[in-house]
T-cell receptor, first 113, second 117 residues
Framework: AQSVAQPEDQVNVAEGNPLTVKCTYSVSGNPYLFWYVQYPNRGLQFLLKYITGDNLVKGSYGFEAEFNKSQTSFHLKKPSALVSDSALYFC???????????FGKGTRLHILP | GAVVSQHPSWVICKSGTSVKIECRSL??????MFWYRQFPKQSLMLMAT?????????EQGVEKDKFLINHASLTLSTLTVTSAHPEDSSFYIC?????????????FGPGTRLTVL
């Protein structure tokens, strides 16, 4: 069965500092990995995805994520955080043998001015 | 491309009434649509998967007689919450994929907030 773990409920980062939001996964077969962001009372906004190819994936708003097969991780990163990055971030995974995308529990990111 | 809309964006209803939520793919044919439910400060939980023209497949623990899903066309799926109660209050999000989108991706709607009084 596929699963996603986001070990941190909340991450606090000072504005201008680098940020990392952690994600590990478990799937059968090859993984397809996604990051989404959700602002209060809004739907999901797609940030980036890993399907195949380069392990370092660049996405929207300056975010990037690195696929690490040996550690089964797909951590989200940004070199310099903005206050406007404060939101709820979801990691999601789909195995190529599975039909559904499964979401992690979410990590709330607080960027402190 | 690959835009999904939901209507309404929010709805308030009385306990015991039924509420219908629409999910539309605006610029692609959605052969498969997914319905998720999100409780406050929690993750998205998959409720059901619907393929156009066939019955929806519900996840374990989801009452199919309470959450009626219809996917009668390639651009529209509906979720009807029957005899709604306050515990059904939640944020409902749909997603879709089609033959011209990647099988491994889903495109999400903006969500519908349901409040049952």
């Amino acid at each position: 069965a596929q699963s996603v773990a986001q070990p941190e409920d909340q991450v606090n980062v000072a504005e201008g500092n680098p940020l990392t939001v952690k994600c590990t996964y478990s799937v059968s077969g090859n993984p397809y990995l996604f990051w989404y962001v959700q602002y209060p009372n809004r739907g999901l906004q797609f940030l980036l995805k890993y399907i195949t190819g380069d392990n370092l994936v660049k996405g929207s708003y300056g975010f990037e994520a690195e696929f690490n097969k040996s550690q089964t991780s797909f951590h989200l990163k940004k070199p310099s955080a903005l206050v406007s990055d404060s939101a709820l971030y979801f990691c999601a995974v789909k195995g190529d043998r599975d039909d559904k995308i499964i979401f992690g529990k979410g990590t709330r990111l607080h960027i402190l001015p | 491309g690959a835009v999904v809309s939901q209507h309404p964006s929010w709805v308030i209803c009385k306990s015991g009434t039924s509420v219908k939520i629409e999910c539309r793919s605006l610029d692609f044919q959605a052969t498969t649509m997914f319905w998720y439910r999100q409780f406050p400060k929690q993750s998205l939980m998959l409720m059901a998967t619907s393929n156009e023209g066939s019955k929806a497949t519900y996840e374990q623990g989801v009452e199919k007689d309470k959450f009626l899903i219809n996917h009668a066309s390639l651009t529209l799926s509906t979720l009807t919450v029957t005899s709604a109660h306050p515990e059904d209050s939640s944020f409902y999000i749909c997603s879709a994929r089609g033959p011209l989108t990647s099988y491994n991706e889903q495109f999400f709607g903006p969500g519908t907030r349901l409040t049952v009084l």
